[in-house]
């Protein structure tokens, strides 16, 4: 089985995808096309926890060497526990702003002496087959990632990435960028500055830094890849899709308007 969190932790730039519609059938196709994961986000989506497993289920179904993972709602034990059982290999968690946030989410989804998650018969041990593997492998091998995507998380970067059991850092520029007063500006000073500040912390704490490039734009991947980010994902499904349609329509329109 391959080992993501180690592979991510020695350096290997990890590249994967964001999953927001709930069909099993691109979920499979995206996992089979070569990404390291698939996150399904449960944030801005109206996916719930069973459809969630179900789509974990496709991605492992397109590809063994794909992590299926998760973007959660935010930090909540009760359902944060429920998506660790249903077989998330990674964990990224939105608005992490403060240290105690950051371990609240640690406490959820590390197993006893690191956290507080607690054992059930789900489907990440087999539905009860491997519990006692499980245990003991889990926390070295889910993928645990903190959002910073607001001005406060800045701020308080050292302290949230000096929390143990906390793997990687994901930027979200959009809400960044829309709490400093500046949305979608992403060449703007204040938020470059932000970036750096991001950067310098996670090279201070060993955590890898991570980035959503959310238009299709491969080129801007390969820059965010140079610039450090070892935790990457690209686009998301929905906007691949309405952009490949708009592109190839807009196209026909050109030609047939000639």
């Known amino acids: 089985m391959r080992q993501f969190r180690k592979e991510l932790l020695a350096g290997r730039k990890i590249i994967g995808t964001w999953l927001n519609s709930c069909s099993c059938v691109i979920a499979e196709l995206m996992a089979s096309t070569g990404f390291d994961f698939v996150c399904v986000d449960v944030e801005h989506s109206a996916v ?3 459809q969630t497993q179900t789509l974990f ?3 492992k179904s397109g590809s063994a060497d794909c992590a299926a993972m998760v973007r959660l709602h935010g930090v909540d034990y009760a359902l944060v526990k429920r998506y660790v059982d249903a ?62 995507e607001h001005a406060d998380a800045v701020r308080n970067i050292d ?14 520029p959009y809400d960044l960028t829309a709490s400093m007063g500046i949305a979608g500006q992403f060449d703007n000073a204040a938020y470059l500055q932000a970036k750096s500040t991001i950067l310098e912390a996670c090279r201070r704490h060993g955590v890898v830094p991570g980035i959503h490039v959310v238009k299709t734009d491969p080129t801007e991947l390969i820059r965010m890849a140079e610039e450090g980010y ?28 000639l």
């Not at 990674?90 to 690191?114: F, H, S, W």
């Not at 990435?161 to 930027?171: M, Q, S, T």
């Not at 935790?231 to 047939?256: E, G, V």
């Open 48 to 50: 719930d926890i069973s």
């Open 159 to 172: 302290a949230i990435l000096a929390v143990p059991g906390i793997d990687a850092v994901f930027i979200g």
């Open 230 to 257: 070892g935790f990457l994902a690209y686009s998301l499904d929905i906007t691949m899709i309405l952009n490949s349609c708009q592109t190839a329509l807009a196209q026909f329109k050109s030609l047939a308007a």
């Open 87 to 148: 077989g998330a290999q990674g964990i990224i968690c939105p608005l992490i702003n403060t240290a105690e946030q950051a371990q609240r989410l640690v406490e959820a989804v590390k197993y006893p002496p690191l956290g507080n998650r607690g054992v059930g018969f789900c489907r990440a041990n087999g539905y009860g087959q491997r519990v006692q593997q499980h245990f003991s492998s889990a926390n070295d091998e889910i993928i645990l990632a903190v959002q910073i």
């Open 57 to 59: 289920q496709a991605i």
